[in-house]
Structures are given as C-alpha cells and as structure tokens.
C-alpha cells in the first residue's frame, strides 16, 4: 500500500536530479518490486531493498540512505487523517506474532526472494500507523489466548482460559457462565446488529480460543464439543459446547462465512468426515448437516477443500461454511495444497461474499498457526505462518478501498523467541550466528527463553549444532529452561492500522480498547461512535 502525494513525488524527482547531476547514473538500484513466491505469476507488495546493493556499492553511499529517509519523510507528511465511516472492518490476527517474530519473518521472506532479508518489508508493516497492545489478563501476567481475545474482540479484560464471559468467572464456573450478566458480545455481534454482514476464518479449528470469543460463551476455551465438556466431568446441557453454539447460537448462526478446520468438532463419534477421520460428538449430533439444512435453501454452500472453495460461485453464495481438516489445517510447509487452501485464499473468498453487502462487513482473521509452530520452537515454521499471514493482508488490501475500509492487524501475546547475536549481513535468519559463544561453538541467531529442547549435554556443554540438520522444518530451535511446550510472553505486542480512523491506533494502550476503536470507526455498537453527534450526550450514558 502506497501512500504518494503531488508533494512526495516532487521531492522525489528533485532528489533524483540532485543524483543524477552528482555523477551516479543507477538511482532505480535503491528500490525494487519482488513477487511473493507464495503467489504464483502475481506481483506482491512485499517492498525490499536490492540484496545486490553490495555489487552497485550503493548502501556505502550517503546518498542511498538519505534518499530512503527522505522518501519515508515524504510518506509521513503526507498521509492525512481519514475520518470517514468504515463501512468495512477486517481484523487480522497473528497468534503469537510477536516484535522478534515480525522481524525475522520479514528477514525470511527477503532472503527466500534472494535477498539478504532484513530490508524487507512484509505487507502490514507499510501501513500508516501503528501502535502498543499491553497484554496481560485479568489474572496472569502472561495470558492465554483466550482471555486475549475476551479483550481484542469484546472489549472487556478477562479470566486467562474462559470465553466471552467476565472476569467474575473463574475456569470450569459454568453456572456463573450462564448469568446473563456475565455474558460478552463481541464486535461480531455489534456489526451483526448494525446489518453487517459478518465472517470468521482462521487456520486453527474453527472452535479453538480466538476464533470462539467472537461468538461463544464458554467457562473454559477447551469445551470445544460435549465430549470435551464430560472430560472436565462436567454436563454438556449446563455448559454448552462452542461448535454448537457456532451453528445454533444467536452470533454463530449468523456468520455468512465461517472457514478453517476441526471438522471432528462438529460431527458425531459413529460419523467419518471427508478424510476419513471419526468425529468427536457423544451427542449424536451432525453439526454440519443441521447447519446445510438450515442455510442451502437460502444460498448456504458447505465445502470440505481447496476445489471446493475455489469453485463455489460467490455471486450466488450468501453463507459459507468451509471446514478443511478434521483438526487444525496443517503447517503450510507440510500442507497438501491440492487440498486445503491457503489463509490468503480463505481470505479472498470472504471478502468476495462479504463485500456483497451494501452495509458493509466485519470479517475476522486469524493466522493461528504461528503460535502453534512456536510452543513446539520451530521457528522455520512460525516464520513460514507469518508470511503467509503478511500474504493474507496483502490480498485484503487489494480487494478493498482504504477509503471505507479499516484494517488492523495485530497479535494476541508474545513468545520467548528472541534473535540475539552479530551476525553478518544477510545471514541465514534460520541458521547459526557468525560470532561464537564463550565455548567457542556457533549458537543459532534464533533462540527460546524455554522449550523443548536445550541441547545440552549430560556433562553441562553445548551440543555443536553444525552436526544437526537446521533446514529440516520440524527442526526444534535451542531452547534455555526445559519445558515440554514453549511459552507465552509478556511484552506487548504491535497494532498495525489503515484506514478509517486508523490514526486511533498510534500509542500504547490496554488490548480491551482494540474494539472499541474499531466499533468508533464503524458506527457499531452501542459505545461512542463517529456517528454520535452529541459525544458528551453519549459519554455520559
């Protein structure tokens, strides 16, 4: 996404004639256009620096960096403050995507390109403003993702493991879950009222904790369906399940598109999904029939993979449920791509159905992936997930107008991965340093607080990880404390904004307010608006 001016653009000119007239002749080495290699024969707006800049010696000009700064300088100045009504709201998530896992990510994707990396630019990074998400839980310092997402998309801070409820009710509390007054809706909900059309797409199960805050009342992130509800020895009628209140609560039934994976949630235990693979239900339940007998007639359409997606007539679909695994969709890395489409493609087809409304959508989407791929310290494959999830905003912002619609993209919480070191320039992000460590052995530049694997020898010395296969994507990165699964952490995390009112999100705030400033841009809600003329009126109410 761009941002030229009249302004900008004279700047520019006279800067290259200053060049010109100072005897270089190649000012078009400074910056280029690579494609994305995840989207075949089409140009992407991941914006990099030439990695060949050492050939044309231009990084050892002045003049290479003041262009660029001058050019950013221009970009700045120019941007003006977009006050208009966000008929559109799309919040992306990166589960897990913290500032360290940004950076990396953009070095990875540079360096697939050819690149020595770190000057890449990944696709949310361009836009105008960006801010500071603090992240803690009502009672942990650390949170889950489930408490994250009580606050990102219903606006209130909440218990660590329980879904849209307050913090009066503690994990496995269902008879405080079920007080209407401890009840949340989220922004889902407010847009649903406001006649938005509304969708959820993630590449988790479609039940799993931040997919399920935006519809679901749940005292614990884990009631995914009755047989997981009985293993907390608890009764399925007085704590209701997420995937059954997906398709028969009053925000989940209206979703005209819902797509990602854990299609065992919704399906009876005597009952094979497409796969091959036994449902999960106890209830005898098929989740997914009553949901197509409820909406074909109405221009509903179910698929179960990639054709299946890809050929569905958006014109003529109005609701779209898409389930592609029987868990969470696998890894990109390792996903069959004949079968299960990507986060980009899911998101394409959301906004071609959502767009269809003259009032405007709110569509929800969650690269849930990294975080996983980070708890089991494969840092290859969480930076592989935020690349695509980079790629998923992309095509977002090119099938939409920055003009009525607003896009933020953020994450939930922080993980231990840190890069650490003093590499040369443009080495492998997934290799090992350059420096050595005070044992005389390479350490790699990507490292975990704790995790899986120390690589420590009985003795106490490191292993020399040039004998192991770092390339291998299931290749477990060193870790310092021994834990079974890697950990959150607690620093905040980015907030990138564009569009609409998008200058809201530009200082250090509480996760919770996250909503709120997007419900103000889109005149949903029952909250301060743009729409409100009277503000005191409406502040005191």
Same mark, same amino acid.
């Given at each position: 996404?761009?941002?030229?001016?009249?302004?900008?653009?004279?700047?520019?000119?006279?800067?290259?004639?200053?060049?010109?007239?100072?005897?270089?002749?190649?000012?078009?080495?400074?910056?280029? /256009?690579?494609?994305?290699?995840?989207?075949?024969?089409?140009?992407?707006?991941?914006?990099?620096?030439?990695?060949?800049?050492?050939? !044309?010696?231009?990084?050892?000009?002045?003049?290479?960096?003041?262009?660029?700064?001058?050019?950013?300088?221009?970009?700045?100045?120019?941007?003006?403050?977009?006050?208009?009504?966000?008929?559109?709201?799309?919040?992306?998530?990166?589960?897990?995507?913290?500032?360290?896992?940004?950076?990396?990510?953009?070095?990875?994707?540079?360096?697939?390109?050819?690149?020595?990396?770190?000057?890449?630019?990944?696709?949310?990074?361009?836009?105008?403003?960006?801010?500071?998400?603090?992240?803690?839980?009502?009672?942990?310092?650390?949170?889950?993702?489930?408490?994250?997402?009580?606050?990102?998309?219903?606006?209130?801070?909440?218990?660590?493991?329980?879904?849209?409820?307050?913090?009066?009710?503690?994990?496995?509390?269902?008879?405080?879950?079920?007080?209407?007054?401890?009840?949340?809706?989220?922004?889902?909900?407010?847009?649903?009222?406001?006649?938005?059309?509304?969708?959820?797409?993630?590449?988790?199960? /479609?039940?799993?904790?931040?997919?399920?805050?935006?519809?679901?009342?749940?005292?614990?992130?884990?009631?995914?369906?009755?047989?997981?509800?009985?293993?907390?020895?608890?009764?399925?009628?007085?704590?209701?399940?997420?995937?059954?209140?997906? /398709?028969?609560?009053?925000?989940?039934?209206? @979703?005209?598109?819902?797509?990602?994976?854990?299609?065992?949630?919704?399906?009876?235990? #005597?009952?094979?999904?497409?796969?091959?693979?036994?449902?999960?239900?106890?209830?005898?339940?098929?989740?997914?029939?009553?949901?197509?007998?409820?909406?074909?007639?109405?221009?509903?359409?179910?698929?179960?993979?990639?054709?299946?997606?890809?050929?569905?007539?958006?014109?003529?679909?109005?609701?779209?449920?898409?389930?592609?695994?029987?868990?969470?969709?696998?890894?990109?890395?390792?996903?069959?791509?004949?079968?299960?489409?990507?986060?980009?493609?899911?998101?394409?087809?959301?906004?071609?159905?959502?767009?269809?409304?003259?009032?405007?959508?709110?569509?929800?989407?969650?690269?849930?992936?990294?975080?996983?791929?980070?708890?089991?310290?494969?840092?290859?494959?969480?930076?592989?997930?935020?690349?695509?999830?980079?790629?998923?905003?992309?095509?977002?912002?090119?099938?939409?107008?920055?003009?009525?619609?607003?896009?933020?993209?953020?994450?939930?919480?922080?993980?231990?991965?840190?890069?650490?070191?003093?590499?040369?320039?443009?080495?492998?992000?997934?290799?090992?340093?350059?420096?050595?460590?005070? #044992?005389?052995?390479?350490?790699?530049?990507?490292?975990?607080?704790?995790?899986?694997?120390?690589?420590?020898?009985?003795?106490?010395?490191?292993?020399?990880?040039?004998?192991?296969?770092?390339?291998?994507?299931?290749?477990? @990165?060193?870790?310092?404390?021994?834990?079974?699964?890697?950990? !959150?952490?607690?620093?905040?995390?980015?907030?990138?904004?564009?569009?609409?009112?998008?200058?809201?999100?530009?200082?250090?705030?509480?996760?919770?307010?996250?909503?709120?400033?997007?419900?103000?841009?889109?005149?949903?809600?029952?909250?301060?608006?743009?729409?409100?003329?009277?503000?005191?009126?409406?502040?005191?109410?």
């Amino acid at each position: 996404m761009q941002f030229w001016t009249k302004n900008s653009l004279q700047v520019i000119v006279f800067i290259l004639l200053n060049y010109i007239v100072s005897g270089n002749t190649r000012p078009d080495d400074a910056f280029e /256009i690579h494609s994305n290699p995840y989207r075949d024969n089409e140009a992407s707006s991941h914006r990099t620096k030439r990695s060949s800049a050492q050939d !044309h010696n231009t990084e050892n000009e002045e003049f290479f960096w003041n262009f660029g700064a001058q050019l950013t300088l221009q970009d700045r100045l120019s941007i003006q403050m977009n006050r208009n009504i966000a008929k559109n709201i799309i919040l992306f998530i990166g589960d897990g995507m913290s500032l360290s896992t940004v950076a990396a990510a953009r070095t990875y994707l540079g360096q697939l390109q050819g690149n020595t990396g770190e000057e890449t630019t990944l696709s949310f990074e361009e836009f105008p403003n960006i801010g500071l998400s603090k992240t803690y839980s009502v009672d942990e310092q650390i949170a889950d993702s489930a408490a994250t997402a009580n606050a990102y998309l219903c606006g209130v801070k909440t218990n660590s493991a329980t879904i849209g409820v307050t913090g009066r009710v503690k994990k496995n509390d269902c008879f405080a879950a079920n007080n209407s007054k401890n009840r949340l809706t989220s922004i889902a909900r407010w847009a649903q009222r406001s006649g938005k059309s509304t969708g959820i797409v993630t590449t988790t199960r /479609i039940t799993h904790a931040s997919p399920a805050a935006s519809y679901a009342n749940v005292a614990n992130r884990d009631y995914e369906c009755d047989a997981d509800v009985m293993k907390y020895n608890q009764d399925p009628v007085e704590c209701g399940d997420i995937a059954a209140q997906l /398709i028969n609560g009053p925000t989940g039934r209206e @979703f005209n598109v819902i797509l990602g994976g854990g299609r065992s949630k919704f399906l009876p235990i #005597d009952e094979c999904d497409e796969d091959g693979k036994r449902g999960q239900r106890l209830d005898g339940l098929n989740l997914i029939d009553e949901w197509r007998m409820e909406k074909e007639s109405i221009g509903g359409v179910y698929v179960h993979n990639r054709s299946g997606l890809v050929s569905c007539d958006f014109n003529k679909t109005t609701f779209l449920l898409g389930l592609f695994a029987s868990d969470h969709l696998d890894y990109h890395l390792e996903a069959n791509h004949d079968k299960q489409p990507t986060l980009a493609e899911m998101t394409e087809a959301a906004i071609k159905i959502l767009s269809k409304n003259k009032n405007g959508f709110f569509l929800f989407v969650e690269g849930g992936r990294i975080d996983h791929a980070h708890h089991s310290t494969q840092s290859r494959k969480a930076l592989d997930e935020t690349v695509q999830l980079a790629e998923a905003v992309r095509v977002a912002t090119e099938l939409t107008d920055s003009s009525d619609t607003l896009i933020v993209t953020t994450s939930d919480h922080s993980h231990t991965m840190t890069m650490s070191g003093y590499s040369s320039r443009g080495n492998d992000i997934l290799g090992l340093s350059t420096s050595l460590g005070g #044992d005389k052995l390479k350490y790699s530049t990507l490292s975990y607080a704790n995790g899986q694997r120390n690589y420590m020898t009985s003795s106490g010395t490191r292993l020399d990880l040039t004998k192991l296969d770092m390339e291998d994507p299931n290749f477990h @990165f060193p870790s310092m404390v021994p834990l079974s699964s890697e950990t !959150h952490a607690g620093e905040d995390v980015a907030i990138y904004a564009s569009g609409p009112w998008s200058h809201l999100f530009s200082c250090v705030m509480e996760q919770n307010v996250i909503p709120h400033m997007m419900a103000y841009a889109s005149c949903v809600g029952d909250k301060l608006t743009a729409c409100k003329k009277n503000y005191k009126e409406q502040r005191q109410k």
